[in-house]
């Protein structure tokens, strides 16, 4: 068993002893049965309103188990870090926060793997009501705009950054850059399951070609690297850009991607 299941045991069996607590739900790799020994457990919390301004959530984490640290982290949930380095995401929420949950865009597993207590009944339904996987909309051209716009502006800024010499803001824009490219190779290749995080399982899913270009566009903040990498990844964007511009009947930027490869052949020069 890895400990990651104890954990997930030890959660079940305080939220169950809780009669403050009116549901809580397990989400992630775990409740999907995609998880290994590298996994996270992941939570959401939603207590009665009395019992929530009770609860101390950095004590709470540590009466699971043994924690080195526990945080808030910019999404507002709490991480909890337990031996071995494990991580714990917790959202301590109340139980009129339940109907948010029908704005997900997916559940991401079986509503009977994520359910861990619903006293109320509230929350089964809702999240019944979401789909398995969220799966992006093939055929709607504005998905063009969406991930392939996007990617345009951060390569053609992160060859300005270079060539300013702002090489470490450059390289954060690269990163940008990357998450876009992902999108791009997702839709390219018809390869959606992991979409909302889209770097998921990418070595599996995408094809071997398209995962060796990919990590020719990574590179470390010095002048050189990123300009072989930015013209790695604008070799690559432009390809997939045109795969996915094909299916909507139109062109890529043919004139961006040019000025851009001959600015970063000046610069070799």
Known sequence: MLYQEELITRVRAACEADPGLDAALMYGSFAAGEADAHSDIEFWLFFTPERRTEIDPTAWCSAIAPTSHVLLNEFGSHVAFFPGLVRGEFHFTTADEIPTVATWPARGATTDRMLLVDRSGALAPVLDSLPLRY???????????????????????????????????????????????????????????????????????????????????????????????????????????????????????????????????????
């Open 135 to 269: 799966v992006p909309d093939l055929d709607n051209p504005g998905i063009i705009a969406e991930y392939c716009d996007p990617l345009a502006n951060w390569l053609v800024l992160t060859h300005h950054l270079t060539a300013r010499g702002e090489h470490l803001r450059a390289w954060d824009a690269l990163g940008h850059a990357h998450r876009h490219l992902l999108w791009m190779a997702r839709l390219a290749e018809n390869s959606t399951t992991h979409w909302l995080t889209p770097s998921r399982a990418a070595e599996r899913e995408l094809s071997p070609t398209t995962t060796a270009e990919l990590r020719t566009t990574t590179a470390p903040a010095t002048p050189q690297a990123l300009t072989a990498a930015l013209r790695a990844a604008t070799v690559l964007g432009e390809r997939l850009w045109t795969t996915i511009a094909a299916h909507h009947g139109r062109r890529p930027p043919t004139a961006l991607f040019a000025e851009l490869k001959a600015a970063l052949e000046s610069a070799d020069s």
